[in-house]
């Protein structure tokens, strides 16, 4: 088989390529940034702009290492960083549950349809002062903001990627005389695995915008509360490395979930390339 | 190892009517089919795309359903599908999360033992020539490679009649002919009964041990032309040559009639 043998070196070769490209993207990516900060750096100890305003990108980095060395950062983000898990958990296993519910049987949707259609336009942060009543100023109102906001997305997906299964699948499984619970395992919720996984990851990223938007409103601790708090305490440079420190996480947290999905779904090609 | 040997049935198509309701209006697709294909025959199906041909196979495997007439596989009348009829369609069909060896197994029906399972695939991975690909993706093979493997999982039952829906249609020219010879080879190896339905008149005629050209809208059986050359036969010899202009007649009839209006 010359022609199969061919085909697996042409793959190890483009992927070499391909390593090669996104190497040579790095330096491109980085100048944007790099630029931004010299400017700002310099637009800052020429006191074009006041520090109490905006501090220079050095003054941020020392309040970052001085963050890091009290450990002030790292207790607040893992607060923070409990609060999601638990939201997330809550809203992913709703999102998934209800989602291929939906997906799957036509009687569910309609059931749902005009709940659902009223409650999704509702802004996650409306949800606030409601659940602050409802579970007080402790933990519970903040997971279940984080929850709501991470269930949506999820819920969305899941059903679209269930809803998208080719038809031309289908036939194949009915020709096969398989089961309707074959039929769900083998290729309903397979073909639908790189939409639920979109709704994962859009979902993690939208439950870290929550929580910091719940501790901005009432909270003692986290991510958010460091911010809230070194505005009133004028202290700029602190409050801009706790937001800079959310867009790290979520960076990070978005690539990792990236990893996975590509692992999992080694099949899928579209995400490959 | 052909246990179904000595049971090949025959399929009896007899007074076959089928249309669709679109909107109000009732569009006939095929009209009056009668047919009997016997067991081991390798057939030939060609006609204009829109002529109802890949509706009948359909009707043949248990895809399509309401129809008017009779669909008999030995005595007993189809209703739905059976591991009995296997399907090749145009697109292979594979399950990109599944390795070729899974994809193969998703089309064992019944329950067997993970040994004669085992067993099974790797006969039927043999008998389409991919040793050494079971743990590979689709996604990794060849447009003609997951056809195969779609052949496979189309015979892992040992059906008594394989239906070729245009198998080979969407692959380039070379693989198709390396296509045609595989599945005679696959043919003569298992004497599974074979229904071919392409539009390619060439591979109707390499294949075949006749052809059946259907006509269009609704779609008849127009004319039913033995092929009575051995095999393997040559595209260029003088009775491939003659059969392939008999058929050629039968698509372009009406543009030699013009002509004689002219004249």
């Known amino acids: 088989m010359a022609e199969a043998k061919s085909i697996y070196g042409n793959q190890l070769r483009s992927k070499q390529i391909k390593i090669l490209t996104k190497l040579s993207h790095y330096p491109a990516a980085l100048i944007v940034p790099i630029v931004i900060l010299i400017f700002w750096e310099i637009m800052s100890r020429n006191g074009y702009v006041k520090a109490l305003i905006l501090p220079a990108p050095s003054g941020i980095l020392d309040a970052y290492i001085e963050l890091i060395k009290s450990g002030r950062l790292f207790d607040n983000l893992l607060i923070s960083i409990f609060r999601v898990a638990q939201g997330y958990v809550v809203g992913a296993v709703l999102g998934v549950a209800v989602g291929i519910l939906i997906g799957l049987f036509k009687r569910v949707e309609i059931a749902f349809s005009i709940v659902l259609g009223f409650l999704r336009p509702i802004p996650i942060i409306a949800w606030m002062p409601v659940l602050i009543l409802w579970m007080g100023i402790d933990e519970g109102s903040k997971v279940a903001v984080i929850a709501i906001g991470s269930f949506w997305p999820i819920l969305i997906n899941v059903v679209s990627g269930i809803r998208s299964v080719d038809d031309k699948y289908l036939e194949v499984a009915y020709i096969f005389e398989k089961n309707k619970i074959q039929i769900l395992l083998k290729i309903v919720l397979p073909s639908a695995l790189p939409s639920i996984f979109t709704g994962l990851r859009v979902g993690i990223g939208i439950a870290w915008m929550c929580v910091v938007g719940a501790e901005l409103i009432a909270s003692a601790s986290g991510i958010g509360y460091l911010i809230m708090s070194s505005r009133e305490m004028l202290q700029p440079d602190i409050m801009f490395a706790g937001v800079f420190s959310i867009g790290l996480i979520g960076l990070l947290i978005d690539s990792s979930l990236r990893i996975i999905e590509k692992r999992l779904l080694k099949w899928n090609s579209n995400a490959n390339s | ?263």
């Not at chain 2, 193969?104 to 790797?122: M, P």
């Not at chain 2, 039927?124 to 590979?136: D, T």
């Not at chain 2, 020219?173 to 010879?181: E, H, W």
């Not at chain 2, 033995?226 to 260029?236: D, G, I, M």
Request: a neutral charge; hydrophobic letters at 40%.
């Open chain 2, 1 to 263: 190892m052909n246990t179904k040997d000595s049971n090949h049935l025959p399929l009896i198509i007899k007074k076959l009517h089928k249309s669709y309701k679109i909107d109000s209006d009732t569009v006939d697709v095929l009209e009056d089919i009668n047919l009997t294909v016997r067991p081991g025959e390798f057939i030939s199906i060609v006609g204009a795309s829109g002529c109802g041909k890949s509706t009948l196979l359909r009707l043949i495997i248990g895809l399509e359903k309401n129809y008017q007439g009779q669909i008999l596989h030995g005595d007993k009348p189809i209703k739905g599908p059976s591991s009995d009829r296997g399907m090749v369609f145009q697109q292979a069909r594979l399950f990109p999360w599944l390795t070729v060896e899974k994809n193969i197994e998703f089309g064992i029906v019944g329950k067997l033992s993970e040994v004669e399972k085992t067993k099974i695939i790797e006969e039927h991975i043999e008998l389409v020539g991919l040793k050494g690909f079971e743990k590979a993706y689709p996604h990794q093979l060849s447009g003609g490679m997951q056809q195969r493997v779609s052949i496979a999982r189309a015979l892992v039952n040992r059906p008594d009649v394989l239906l070729l829906d245009e198998p080979f249609g969407a692959l380039d020219a070379l693989t198709r002919i390396n296509m045609q010879q595989e599945i005679l080879r696959i043919w003569q190896a298992e004497k599974t009964t074979m229904i071919l339905v392409t539009h390619d008149i060439d591979e109707a005629i390499y294949l075949g041990d006749r052809v059946l050209v259907i006509s269009n809208r609704p779609g008849k059986i127009k004319k039913n032309i033995p092929v009575e050359l051995s095999r393997p036969r040559e595209r260029s010899d003088y009775d491939f040559v003659r059969i392939r202009k008999e058929i050629y007649r039968e698509f372009f009839t009406q543009e030699e009639k013009n002509l004689e209006y002219f004249i």
